[in-house]
């Protein structure tokens, strides 16, 4: 063989088992339709924050997550204007509840998830606001749908192939 078809086959055989590796993603699915409308490869401490103008209150919500060491979703502080129908009234563990003029907080929170189910809508103002700061206006991902927030491992050729059919 010649070296040029070595190198050819030699960097074939290099993305094939690099497409095997694995990586830790933050997924976002249409939940109805099952489709990825979003993905981002995370690390541990990858924090991420929504947004919603709550239903019934009509006050706006905002919860923090953060990625723990075993790609888990960990809310770990919310706040709100309001401490009505829906929103938190009680403390748990070593929660810890402030009034901050405005709003209202509950931090010290550790409430893992194994996933977050938002249910969008435009007049709700849903966002996302993600670690670097780029914020996702979340109806404009799949329209006014349940949308499903998850942290998966996956092999880097899947992670190529979801990106590509967003």
Same mark, same amino acid.
């Given at each position: $063989?010649? /070296?040029?078809?070595?190198?050819?086959?030699? #960097?074939?055989?290099?993305?094939?088992?690099?497409?095997?590796?694995?990586?830790?993603?933050?997924?976002?699915?249409?939940?109805?339709?099952?489709?990825?409308?979003?993905?981002?490869?995370?690390?541990?401490?990858?924090?991420?924050?929504?947004?919603?103008?709550? #239903?019934?209150?009509? #006050? !706006?919500?905002?919860?923090?997550?953060?990625?723990?060491? *075993?790609?888990?979703?960990?809310?770990?502080?919310?706040?709100?204007? #309001?401490? *009505?129908? +829906?929103?938190?009234?009680?403390?748990?563990?070593? @929660?810890?509840?402030?009034?901050?003029?405005?709003?209202?907080?509950?931090? *010290? $929170?550790?409430?893992?998830? !194994?996933?977050?189910?938002?249910?969008?809508? /435009?007049?709700?103002? *849903?966002?996302?606001?993600?670690?670097? +700061? @780029?914020?996702?206006?979340?109806?404009?991902?799949?329209?006014?749908?349940?949308?499903?927030?998850?942290?998966?491992?996956?092999?880097?050729?899947?992670?190529?192939?979801?990106?590509?059919?967003?």
């Amino acid at each position: $063989m010649d /070296k040029k078809r070595i190198f050819i086959l030699s #960097s074939i055989a290099a993305l094939f088992f690099f497409s095997l590796i694995p990586c830790h993603v933050l997924r976002i699915e249409a939940a109805r339709k099952n489709q990825t409308v979003f993905i981002q490869i995370i690390r541990p401490d990858y924090r991420f924050s929504t947004r919603y103008i709550h #239903s019934v209150e009509l #006050s !706006p919500v905002r919860e923090y997550f953060i990625i723990d060491r *075993n790609f888990r979703i960990v809310l770990y502080e919310t706040t709100f204007s #309001s401490c *009505n129908t +829906g929103l938190p009234t009680t403390l748990s563990g070593d @929660e810890k509840f402030y009034n901050v003029g405005t709003h209202l907080r509950i931090s *010290n $929170m550790h409430r893992v998830l !194994p996933e977050l189910n938002l249910w969008v809508n /435009k007049k709700y103002d *849903n966002t996302l606001t993600l670690g670097d +700061g @780029e914020v996702l206006e979340l109806p404009s991902l799949a329209g006014d749908t349940l949308l499903r927030i998850t942290v998966e491992k996956l092999p880097v050729f899947n992670l190529l192939y979801l990106k590509a059919r967003i």
